[in-house]
């Protein structure tokens, strides 16, 4: 099925430094959505990227696509202790419209 | 104040017993989505729903039923075909299938 793979699994920082994770994905997309998930909590969207869309912002978070690549990162800059979490991404519709399915996340540590 | 509900948060169970848990929503939406997490794992998705009186499988739906006959409503039924229910259990809903999901703050399933 079409999910995202997360890459790095887990990654350490310290407070003040820039967080980035990456998604490649497999088939065609409509959109391409970032979550964060606190331990133990429900997921919480962040932002979503159109396929038509290159680049786009949210306060912190700066997210790209490349469909050429299949592929898609997630900035988060100055990080703060707050933003420990897990992130996942979600490819959306597509060949897989219907679904919405998630890989195995990025662990992301920011340490004070 | 709109939402997603999870209910219960904990919810413990005998082997070989059918469990539902419930998941409502007043949003207004469409879609609504099953998914079970593992320890250290990403989500798995059940079941999916893209409008009232219709669902479809998931990627792991075998000893999971569901039902949708309400457009705020989505009862996951684990039933003891399933052979490792012991899980975190989270439901979500968008306003159409590939679009932002709100999710639930999940039920922990204990099967002992």
């Known amino acids: 099925s079409q999910q995202g793979e997360e890459d790095p699994q887990a990654l350490s920082i310290q407070e003040g430094e820039n967080a980035t994770m990456n998604c490649s994905y497999k088939t065609s997309i409509n959109n391409l959505q970032w979550y964060r998930q606190n331990s133990g909590r429900g997921l919480v969207h962040l932002i979503l990227?159109?396929?038509?869309?290159r680049e786009k912002h949210s306060g912190r978070l700066r997210v790209t696509l490349d469909t050429s690549k299949k592929s898609s990162s997630l900035l988060i800059t100055a990080s703060r202790a707050a933003d420990t979490a897990s992130y996942f991404c979600?490819?959306?519709?597509?060949?897989?419209?219907?679904?919405?399915?998630f890989g195995q996340g990025t662990i992301l540590t920011v340490h004070p | 104040d709109g939402g997603i509900t999870q209910s219960p948060k904990y919810l413990f169970r005998k082997e070989g017993q059918n469990v539902t848990l419930s998941c409502e929503q007043n949003l207004n939406h469409d879609a609504m989505y099953w998914y079970r997490q593992d320890p250290g794992q990403g989500l798995r998705l059940i079941y999916y729903s893209q409008i009232v009186n219709d669902f479809q499988k998931g990627d792991i739906a075998e000893g999971y039923s569901v039902s949708r006959e309400k457009k705020e409503s989505f009862p996951l039924t684990v039933t003891s075909a399933q052979k490792n229910p012991t899980a975190f259990y989270l439901c979500?809903?968008?306003?159409?299938?590939?679009?932002?999901?709100?999710f639930g703050q999940g039920t922990r399933l204990t099967v002992v």
């Open positions: 979600a490819p959306a519709g597509g060949t897989s419209y219907g679904k919405l399915t």
């Open positions: 990227i159109r396929s038509n869309e």
């Open positions: 979500a809903s968008g306003q159409a299938v590939g679009t932002e999901a709100f």
